[in-house]
């Protein structure tokens, strides 16, 4: 009895080393870094005027009084490397800003939670930033200069906004725009002054009406 007690406990401690080994000190499964493109390419649909920039999650960035990124604790982004291409950028006219309006105690917080909820790492959203690159750059070697730096996780092109896609006519399928007594006569009202929705006059006799609804043209 004595024997197995001590090889359950063997095992026990085998598995503890085994999850720490796996799951790092804190017990969280590590995340699984991007890996950096060799040589940067802004696909279409991608913007030329902004790139996102996400630092390493054990930095941790500020923006200095001149607007540069900069390590608080200074154990990063000392070398003459990342200073001179900083520099060079600003002066260039490319300006910095956090890619999230939330504080950072905030993110913080909610990060914290998301990790203990899930129990993995979860990347850190205040190193993320956007950098906004003037006209007349090379966008593609700023890409490649700024992921040669090791405290740059991966910084990529921002994808552009797609335009909203149109819906089908489904006309043919509602009936109820038909007369009675299939309907409700909305075709027959489509050709009535007024008839459409658009331009009627009206007198509302409740109170607290917003004549300056972004839906009305302003008070008649």
Same mark, same amino acid.
């Given at each position: 009895?004595?024997?197995?007690?001590?090889?359950?406990?063997?095992?026990?401690?085998?598995?503890?080393?085994?999850?720490?080994?796996?799951?790092?000190?804190?017990?969280?499964?590590?995340?699984?870094?991007?890996?950096?493109?060799?040589?940067?390419?802004?696909?279409?649909?991608?913007?030329?005027?902004?790139?996102?920039?996400?630092?390493?999650?054990?930095?941790?960035?500020?923006?200095?009084?001149?607007?540069?990124?900069?390590?608080?604790?200074?154990?990063?982004?000392?070398?003459?490397? !990342?200073?001179?291409?900083?520099?060079?950028?600003? %002066?260039? @006219?490319?300006?910095?800003?956090?890619? &999230? $309006?939330? +504080?950072?105690?905030?993110?913080?917080?909610?990060?914290?939670?998301?990790?203990?909820?899930?129990?993995?790492?979860?990347?850190?959203?205040?190193?993320?930033?956007?950098?906004?690159?003037?006209?007349?750059?090379?966008?593609?070697?700023?890409?490649?200069?700024?992921?040669?730096?090791?405290?740059?996780?991966?910084?990529?092109?921002?994808?552009?906004?797609?335009? !909203?896609?149109?819906?089908?006519?489904?006309?043919? %399928?509602? @009936?109820?725009?038909?007369?009675?007594? &299939? $309907?409700? +006569?909305?075709?027959?009202?489509?050709?009535?002054?007024?008839?459409?929705?658009?331009?009627?006059?009206?007198?509302?006799?409740?109170?607290?009406?917003?004549?300056?609804?972004?839906?009305?043209?302003?008070?008649?």
């Amino acid at each position: 009895m004595l024997i197995h007690r001590r090889s359950l406990t063997l095992v026990v401690l085998l598995v503890i080393a085994l999850v720490t080994s796996a799951f790092g000190e804190a017990g969280l499964r590590p995340r699984d870094l991007p890996v950096k493109p060799t040589k940067a390419v802004i696909a279409p649909g991608y913007d030329r005027s902004h790139i996102e920039v996400k630092f390493l999650d054990d930095a941790d960035i500020d923006l200095s009084a001149e607007g540069l990124p900069f390590d608080r604790a200074n154990h990063m982004l000392k070398s003459q490397q !990342a200073g001179r291409a900083f520099q060079r950028m600003s %002066a260039s @006219g490319a300006t910095w800003a956090r890619a &999230t $309006g939330a +504080g950072e105690a905030e993110i913080d917080r909610l990060r914290h939670n998301a990790e203990l909820n899930l129990s993995r790492e979860i990347a850190d959203l205040n190193n993320y930033f956007v950098l906004k690159v003037p006209a007349g750059v090379n966008t593609e070697e700023w890409l490649d200069e700024l992921n040669s730096l090791p405290e740059v996780e991966i910084a990529l092109a921002m994808p552009l906004a797609m335009p !909203a896609p149109l819906p089908p006519n489904y006309q043919t %399928a509602q @009936g109820y725009l038909n007369n009675s007594p &299939t $309907g409700i +006569g909305a075709q027959t009202a489509w050709t009535i002054p007024g008839g459409t929705g658009w331009g009627p006059m009206f007198c509302d006799l409740e109170y607290s009406w917003n004549l300056f609804h972004s839906d009305l043209g302003g008070p008649a």
